[in-house]
């Protein structure tokens, strides 16, 4: 089946760094991808759905400048949390779709994010 | 109001029996997708089974099946023979509409906590 590639897995940083997270299509082309985040013990929240060439659609309050999304290819999606702070730790998790597969989103394994 | 609704934080079964997880859904799209997904304590979101709205019969894959009542907006996901490895938790989502091919997003529900008991 369809695979989806979240990098990294986990990663720690202090508070005021950034930190980029990477999802990747491996064995088809996504137009659309999907970012969501979820706290512990809690449901997914979509974040903002990113389309290829065109700029990121964000849900309400989420801040576009904080959560910056690039799709600059049809097979990879980044996410980079600038200036991230403590209450920015979540786990973040990435998926991907594609006309002619609208039936099944795939998910990444997910990014665990943690600010010290 | 909530667009996807669990109302089983958590669930017990002993390994080998069926057990059936509830969802409701609220929506007024007539073009809508259901979804089920399992996320172990690894973080990842595995897809099990889709259904839908305009599907006459309910899904099924493999010991995942979908118990699908669309006059009461119900999408309940029946697993039969539970395993050890099925403890996890499940997320019902929703996708509403599907004009023009676009993929819409999922609305996740707040997920059921499956304990298999040996």
């Known amino acids: 089946g369809a695979v989806v590639s979240q990098h990294p897995s986990r990663v720690i940083c202090k508070s005021g760094t950034s930190v980029k997270i990477e999802c990747r299509s491996l064995?088809?082309?996504?137009?659309?991808m999907f970012w969501y985040r979820q706290f512990p013990k809690q449901s997914l929240m979509l974040m903002a759905t990113?389309?290829?060439?065109?700029?990121?659609?964000?849900e309400q309050g989420v801040e576009k400048d904080k959560f910056l999304i690039n799709h600059a290819s049809l097979t990879l999606s980044t996410l980079t949390v600038t200036s991230a702070h403590p209450e920015d730790s979540s786990f973040y998790i990435c998926?991907?779709?594609?006309?002619?597969?609208?039936?099944?989103?795939?998910f990444g394994s997910g990014t665990q994010l943690s600010v010290l | 109001a909530q667009k996807i609704t669990q109302t089983q934080p958590g669930m017990f079964v002993q390994e080998k029996e069926a057990v059936t997880l509830d969802c409701t859904y609220d929506t007024s799209d007539p073009s809508y997708g259901l979804f089920w997904y399992k996320q172990p304590s690894s973080g990842e979101m595995i897809f099990l089974i889709y259904q839908g709205s305009y599907d006459q019969q309910n899904a099924t894959e493999g010991r995942y099946s979908l118990n699908f009542q669309k006059a009461r907006k119900s999408a309940n996901l029946v697993i039969s023979a539970s395993q050890l490895g099925d403890s996890a938790m499940y997320f019902c989502?929703?996708?509403?509409?599907?004009?023009?091919?676009?993929?819409?997003?999922?609305?996740f529900g707040k997920g059921t906590k499956l304990s298999v008991k040996p």
């Open positions: 998926s991907a779709g594609t006309r002619g597969r609208n039936e099944k989103l795939f």
């Open positions: 064995d088809f082309q996504a137009t659309t």
């Open positions: 990113s389309n290829e060439g065109s700029k990121a659609t964000y």
């Open positions: 989502a929703m996708r509403e509409g599907r004009a023009g091919g676009s993929q819409g997003n999922l609305i």
